[in-house]
């Protein structure tokens, strides 16, 4: 038995409609970047202190955030420390990717 064309262009939008209240239609959210030195870390909020460029921030890393290290390795957010250079990825207001140099010294302009 075949569908008459009509009928088969009514179908399509509304498949394409019940899919989309089925699983959701999720809106992408605000990426947002940053950086600096790590001047605190607070394990029990999961919250980085990051000495950036417009000055002082608090960082919230995500639980599931992925953390890598200068070499690649994985990381947690007990490894890191004041005096680590970090970069992020944030998203929904937590920060979920991370890159961490391990103990960055910046040498001042003039020496």
Do not use: H, K
């Amino acid at each position: 038995m075949t569908m008459p064309r009509s009928a088969r262009m009514l179908v399509t939008p509304c498949a394409v409609v019940a899919l989309l209240l089925a699983f959701g239609a999720v809106a992408p959210a605000q990426v947002r970047t940053g950086g600096g030195l790590i001047t605190a870390v607070d394990l029990a909020t999961n919250t980085l202190t990051v000495e950036t460029r417009a000055g002082s921030q608090q960082v919230r890393v995500a639980p599931t955030a992925t953390i890598l290290g200068d070499r690649d390795d994985m990381l947690s957010i007990r490894d890191l420390r004041p005096g680590d250079a970090v970069s992020y990825e944030t998203a929904a207001d937590s920060a979920m990717t991370l890159r961490v140099a391990r103990q960055f010294w910046a040498v001042p302009r003039g020496w």
